[in-house]
């Protein structure tokens, strides 16, 4: 899956990952491989990226949105702590 996180100043992240967790507005949600089409709010809260089994990367949002769309996930956050 290929993520991209953009705030309004620049692009924070931008690579293949194989599971996202973000920091949705009723709850954190994890984005697979092959995840069924979303849009969702997303609050203050911790995005963790994991490349593979060792590899993870952990940003901390300030609110935002997300979409995820035939393995592409964009989180579109209103700035990084």
Request: negative net charge.
């Amino acid at each position: 899956m290929n993520l991209e996180i953009l705030t309004p100043d620049k692009k924070v992240f931008e690579g293949e990952v194989t599971a996202v967790t973000v920091p949705g507005t009723l709850g954190s949600f994890q984005i697979l491989k092959d995840h069924a089409p979303i849009i969702s709010t997303l609050e203050d809260g911790e995005v963790i990226i994991k490349a593979n089994k060792a590899d993870e990367q952990r940003f901390f949002i300030k609110g935002g949105v997300v979409e995820a769309i035939h393995n592409k996930i964009v989180v579109l956050a209103e700035g990084i702590a």
